[in-house]
């Protein structure tokens, strides 16, 4: 099974200020990586797959990068509705599908 | 646009079954991929099981395999999941999801609310 570990847990950021937030994963998993961002109450919502392709309407201030074992998920200028939990997810290797324990961007 | 609507969920008894429900619409059911994941009340996500759109090929994570069997009605627009041998370990919130692909690739594009089932004697 691989293991998807991101850091760090909490983010403190504080509007408009950029976020950096990182996935490793135990082996590597070419790009077959993706983010997701979820809200208190909400199901998780598809941002990046295939380590950098945003998904359909996700804005161009969410960038992913990375391949292998590393990867990163980049908010350029944080936005009031960005303050949420995101997990990374790996899909190269499967079953099982693996998810990070997530990291929650809160406001500074 | 796409829906993707849990039911089923509840409150039972360790041992017992319990059969949840995803009923799709809004797209052509039968060409992608579904899965079912779960979350633990304030905790991270955990992938449960998943099937091709064709019912050709079906996965399972070690912690359900042999108690819990995903299906798919193509006719009904509507994945299932039937949960047996329940264990207080399996409360979580179960939400349905579509992979990006057919033969499912195994990430998701669209997600349901999720339905809460919760285990307790």
């Known amino acids: 099974e691989i293991v998807m570990t991101q850091s760090p847990a909490t983010l403190s950021v504080s509007p408009g200020d950029r976020a950096t937030l990182s996935c490793r994963a135990s082996?590597?998993?070419?790009?077959?990586l993706a983010w997701y961002q979820q809200k208190p109450g909400q199901a998780p919502r598809l941002l990046i797959s295939?380590?950098?392709t945003r998904a359909t309407g996700i804005p161009a201030r969410f960038s992913g990068s990375g391949s292998g074992t590393e990867f990163t998920l980049t908010i350029s200028s944080l936005q009031s509705e960005d303050f949420a939990v995101y997990y990374c997810q790996q899909y190269n290797n499967w079953p099982p599908l693996t998810f990070g324990g997530g990291t929650k961007v809160e406001i500074k | 646009q796409v829906h993707l609507v849990e039911s089923g969920g509840g409150v039972v008894q360790p041992g017992t079954s319990l059969r949840l429900s995803c009923a799709v619409s809004?797209?052509?059911?039968?060409?992608?991929?579904m899965h079912w994941v779960r979350q633990t009340p304030g905790k991270g996500l955990e992938w449960v099981a998943g099937?091709?759109?064709?019912?050709?090929?079906?996965s399972y994570a070690d912690s359900v395999k042999g108690r819990f069997t995903i299906s798919r009605d193509n006719s009904k627009n509507t994945l299932y999941l039937q949960m047996s041998s329940l264990r207080v370990e399996d409360t979580a919130i179960y939400y349905c999801?579509?992979?990006?692909?057919?033969?499912?690739?195994?990430?998701?594009?669209?997600w349901g609310q999720g339905t809460l089932v919760t285990v307790s004697s």
């Open positions: 099937m091709w759109y064709d019912e050709s090929n079906e």
């Open positions: 082996q590597s998993v070419s790009s077959n």
């Open positions: 999801a579509r992979d990006v692909a057919p033969a499912a690739i195994g990430s998701f594009d669209y």
């Open positions: 809004g797209y052509s059911f039968r060409t992608y991929g």
């Open positions: 295939g380590a950098s």
